[in-house]
Nanobody, 126 residues
């Protein structure tokens, strides 16, 4: 059974930092691109950053470039999202997702993705 379990969300003040974790199981970790997305109520789910676990290529949306860092620990089947300089507008439910992109070129960081976690809430207070 495929599982993606996010953790590390919480309440933080503006300017603060958080590190989210995404623990994966049930599939061959190195074959997949793992991405972080977020969603506000009533809004579409937006991509933030993705990583190819086979070669560590990454992609970042402009909205998080320079503030967020994605990394992968293949020995632990875990992907991390380190977030710095958080802003109130970063408040959302954060999801990790996995997608088999072995037939593609580069790292695609857009919907659809194959598997999703349940999400973790990040709230940034002003």
């Amino acid at each position: 059974e495929v599982q993606l379990v996010e953790s590390g969300g919480g309440l933080v003040q503006a300017g603060g930092s958080l590190r989210l974790s995404c623990a994966a199981s049930g599939f061959t970790f190195d074959d997949y691109v793992i991405g972080w997305f977020r969603q506000d109520p009533g809004k579409v789910r937006e991509p933030l950053t993705c990583i190819s676990t086979s070669d560590a290529r990454t992609y970042y949306e402009n909205s998080v470039k320079g503030r967020f860092t994605i990394s992968s620990d293949n020995a632990k089947n875990t992907v991390y999202l380190q977030m710095h300089s958080l802003k109130p507008e970063d408040t959302a439910v954060y999801y990790c997702a996995a997608d088999d992109q072995r037939r593609g070129i580069g790292v695609r960081c857009s919907l659809p993705f194959d598997y999703w976690g349940q999400g973790t809430q990040v709230t940034v207070s002003s």
